[in-house]
């Protein structure tokens, strides 16, 4: 029976426009997301609505609405526009718009728009054969590009334009749009269902569409002719995946499971729950943000690395994106999963907060500033003993405020690299004590 409903939605689904392309925006009102840029009053949406728009590269993730914003500076604007494609597009068709371009200019003054799209796919001769008919001002170009610019766009091209960055469309973004397509569909949903949906599609709207388009179809086949009202299982069967539990409780729950998985030394465990996250549409970066909370709290000096590794996961998460950077996550995770554990450089900036917080203290005379003119003459740095004078890089002198002298706050734990942390602190305490509690060179053997 359910091949019989997939045979139908499909055969509804081939005799219309996808929904995508029937929804597409025309004014800037309608388009949902990049408050950012196109919001009222904000620099994008002033320049389209001025027609005053000079070269821009738009930069974001797919189905961010990239390719719409363009169509939509198509319909507002006086000047040509004209649309290439860099995937098909080749050096030749380029040059035969920039002759059109420099023609319509002479004949009728009409400056043209050349929107390329995927513009990260032209190689370097292909971006240099437009940087003369950009640098003149014969052209205005819309570059749009998944990739970071930085790296696909050659520096001359780029440094011509005006870089804008589309971010990925939040939930209430996504919400709008799917309650927009459901109204276009004459469809109703459950709640549930389009909570779903909106976790996983990551924030690309043109996936939201397309999925939820697939889900109704679903739905009006099993009705037959009635009122169409998509449920979770139509969601997942659109989307062919089974939907998790992953509410506000779920949400912490998991991330709890996750971060005591990592400090238990548990990297099957660890790996597990961050696929779970990702599997329930977890935001990648709040991800990494736990990670990298996580390398100093639970592993701090134990592995130094640890917190290097788990920076880098998440400069990956913003510069990689999904579904590539879900390995990033995955090494970082493993990493510190498998790391020894302390959790000392966490305790002891807790105990200095409550030092200082209690007790107080003023800065020692001999620490402070004495660069400054007239330092000197109020007696600041004054007995100040510098410790690379001495062999051994350290020279006996009173740092913490009198308050709290002697108190230690941290301690090191005696695993991984925070063993020999502690025993340098050891042998600098011994230092301290033989010059606190001399003993005669023969009794000290």
């Known amino acids: 029976m359910s091949d019989l409903f997939a045979a139908a939605a499909e055969e509804r689904l081939e005799r219309r426009q996808p ?9 800037l009102d309608d388009i949902v997301g990049q408050k950012h840029l196109l919001g009222p009053g904000k620099p994008l949406r002033s320049l389209i609505e001025a027609d005053r728009l000079s070269s821009v590269v738009l930069w974001g993730p797919a189905g961010t609405g990239k390719t719409t914003l363009a169509r939509v500076v198509a319909r507002s604007t006086s000047k040509q526009f004209v649309q290439l494609s860099a995937v098909t597009a080749t050096v030749k068709d380029v040059r035969e718009e920039i002759a059109k371009a420099r023609q319509r200019l002479g ?6 728009i050349l929107f390329l799209d995927e513009v990260h796919r032209f190689n370097k001769a292909q971006q240099d054969s437009l940087l003369p008919a950009v640098e003149n001002g014969l052209i205005t170009l819309i570059g749009a590009t998944t990739e970071n610019p930085y790296f696909e766009v050659n520096a001359p091209l780029l440094s011509r334009s005006t870089l804008f960055r589309l971010e990925p469309l939040d939930d209430e973004a996504i919400g709008q749009l799917l ?11 459950d709640p549930d269902a389009m909570d779903h949906l909106i976790a996983r599609v990551g924030g690309d709207g043109r996936q939201s569409l397309t999925a939820l388009e697939v889900a109704v179809a679903l739905a009006a086949a099993r009705v037959d002719g009635g009122p169409i009202h998509v449920e979770n299982e139509d969601v997942e069967a659109a989307l062919n995946v089974k939907a998790f539990r992953y509410g506000r409780d779920e949400h912490y729950d998991t991330i709890s499971a996750f971060i005591k998985s990592i400090r238990g030394s548990d990297p099957d465990a660890a790996v597990y729950w961050l696929a779970r996250m990702l599997e329930a549409g977890e ?6 943000r736990r990670l990298m909370v996580h390398a100093s709290e639970d592993i701090g000096m134990a592995d130094s690395q640890a917190l290097l590794v788990a920076s880098a996961a998440a400069h990956a998460v913003e510069f990689v ?5 879900r390995i990033n ?20 900036i807790n105990k200095a907060q409550e030092a200082a917080r209690t007790a107080g203290g003023e800065v020692g005379t001999h620490l402070r500033d004495a660069h400054y003119q007239g330092a000197a003459s109020l007696g600041h740095g004054e007995g100040y003993r510098y410790p690379h004078d001495d062999p051994r890089g350290w020279v006996d002198q009173q740092y913490l405020p009198p308050e709290v002298a002697g108190r230690r706050f941290y301690e090191p734990k005696r695993l991984g690299d925070e063993s020999e942390i502690a025993d340098r602190m050891n042998q600098i305490h011994r230092w301290r004590h033989q010059l606190a509690d001399p003993v005669p060179a023969e009794q000290d053997e």
Request: net charge positive; glycine share 8%; aromatic share 6%.
């Open 19 to 27: 929904l995508a392309a029937r929804m597409r925006p025309i004014r």
């Open 107 to 112: 004949e009728r003054g009409q400056p043209t």
């Open 179 to 189: 309650a927009r397509g459901l109204e276009v569909e004459g469809a109703t949903a």
């Open 283 to 288: 935001d990648p970066r709040f991800i990494a």
């Open 321 to 325: 994106g999904l579904p590539e950077a």
């Open 329 to 348: 996550l995955s090494h970082a995770t493993v990493y510190l999963a498998t790391a020894p554990k302390s959790n000392r450089a966490y305790m002891a």
